[in-house]
């Protein structure tokens, strides 16, 4: 069974459509939206300030997603896919986003529509990813333009997500 606590009276609200693995761990001031999936070792720590995430968004395996203390909460949007072993701290990351595998998004930082974070790379806090680009290193840079197929896998991966969930 996964682990879904409270924390100072502050319940996990989790849509009943929301695939969550059996050792996944969320808590606290959390919110998560329809078609989501919470993959094996994923951690989801709404203790000491509020995170969302959307609709059709998943967690994959070994993620982190963590806020800071009375300064930043974690908003995830719809249709996001947050790559195995990254972890989301604190920051703003729009909908139709890949997180790749590894990738860290640190606080304050927004990751606008329509992005792509490559495996491995640090998104600064205060930086800002703008819409339509692929980014990647450490610290992250703009690298180029996304492709017409970089932005239909953004619109087909999170319904995968969707597909292999239903596995379980």
Known sequence: MPTILPVKNKFPQIDESVFIAENATIVGDVFIGEQCSIWFNAVVRGDVNYIRIGNYTNIQDGVVIHCTYRKNGTDIGNFVNVGHNAIVHGCV?????????????????????????????????????????????????????????????LKQLPHNYVLYSSWF
């Open 93 to 153: 990351v729009h909908d139709y986003v890949v997180i790749g595998m590894g990738a860290i998004v640190m606080d304050r930082a927004i990751v606008e529509s329509n992005v792509i974070i490559a495996a491995g790379a640090v998104v600064l806090e205060d930086m800002v990813c703008e819409s339509g680009y692929l980014y990647a290193g450490v610290p992250a840079k703009k690298i180029k333009p996304l492709t017409n197929e970089q932005l239909a896998m």
